[in-house]
């Protein structure tokens, strides 16, 4: 019976002294999942992060239109630079409404507003240059 007592007593001592032990971190490897947060370090800044939501940009432009489609309600523009996008001159085809399509025709050189939502644009607004 003293055995038994002794070997319980041990037993319970050694899980008590286990519960006070911390669980050591799984490698990614063996888990197939990613450190903790904490365990991580180094630098981050060249991480591809999800692009950020921005709010609409309203912008100008000139140039001469290419093409136009009704039916897909777009508009083709050979634009000069868009500095409120960033961007260089370009050939691009923008989404329109049929009052923007119906209004332009192909050739014509025109100065437009366009809202910019990421790296699509939508025409708004067309008037031919004189």
């Given at each position: 019976?003293?055995?038994?007592?002794l070997?319980i007593a041990?037993?319970?001592?050694?899980?008590t002294a286990?519960?006070?032990?911390?669980a050591?971190?799984p490698?990614?490897?063996?888990t197939?999942?990613a450190?903790?947060?904490?365990?991580m370090?180094g630098?981050?800044?060249?991480?591809a992060?999800?692009p950020?939501?921005?709010a609409p940009i309203?912008a100008k432009?000139?140039g001469k239109?290419t093409?136009i489609?009704?039916?897909?309600?777009t508009?083709?523009?050979?634009h000069?630079p868009?500095?409120?996008a960033?961007?260089?001159?370009?050939?691009?085809?923008f989404?329109?409404?049929p009052a923007?399509?119906g209004?332009?025709k192909?050739?014509e050189?025109?100065d437009f507003?366009?809202?910019?939502?990421?790296?699509?644009?939508e025409?708004?607004?067309?008037?031919?240059?004189?």
């Amino acid at each position: 019976m003293t055995m038994i007592r002794l070997t319980i007593a041990l037993g319970f001592t050694a899980l008590t002294a286990a519960c006070g032990k911390k669980a050591e971190t799984p490698v990614a490897a063996e888990t197939n999942q990613a450190a903790p947060a904490a365990a991580m370090s180094g630098d981050m800044g060249n991480m591809a992060m999800a692009p950020a939501a921005t709010a609409p940009i309203k912008a100008k432009g000139h140039g001469k239109v290419t093409a136009i489609d009704k039916t897909a309600g777009t508009i083709t523009l050979d634009h000069g630079p868009i500095p409120e996008a960033k961007w260089p001159a370009m050939t691009m085809t923008f989404k329109a409404a049929p009052a923007v399509t119906g209004a332009a025709k192909v050739g014509e050189k025109v100065d437009f507003d366009v809202t910019l939502t990421g790296s699509a644009g939508e025409v708004t607004a067309i008037q031919k240059q004189p």
